[in-house]
């Protein structure tokens, strides 16, 4: 059974950086592509990025271009989620999530193993 479990989040200011992580375990991590989604309270869980098996294709959701960058490491079994340029609306529960494909998706319901969550919150 696939495991993920995500660390990294915490309190940044305005214009900060912080960077996630997510380890995985439990089956062969490179024959899974990997996403990030997140929920504000009282929001639906967005899709923030996601990355292909080989980590040479990645995606966005707009709001986050140019400011996330994600990554992987197939030797270590970990995808990263970079955030510079924070801003309090990025504040929210950050979710890992695994689909066992080769491309990344930005749909939720097609990721079968998700993390119980890291919380990033931004202030003003």
């Known amino acids: 059974q696939v495991q993920l479990v995500e660390s990294g989040g915490g309190l940044v200011q305005a214009g900060g950086s912080l960077r996630l992580s997510c380890a995985f375990s439990g089956r062969t991590f490179r024959s899974y592509a990997m996403g990030w989604f997140r929920q504000a309270p009282g929001k639906e869980r967005e899709f923030v990025a996601a990355i292909s098996t080989s980590g040479g294709s990645t995606y966005y959701v707009d709001s986050v271009k140019g400011r996330f960058t994600i990554s992987r490491d197939n030797a270590k079994n970990t995808v990263d989620l970079q955030m510079r340029r924070l801003k309090p609306e990025d504040t929210a529960l950050y979710y890992c999530?695994?689909?066992?494909?080769?491309?990344?998706?930005?749909?939720?319901?097609?990721?079968?193993?998700w993390g119980q969550g890291t919380q990033v919150t931004v202030s003003s």
């Open positions: 999530a695994a689909r066992f494909t080769s491309s990344g998706s930005y749909i939720a319901r097609e990721y079968a193993y």
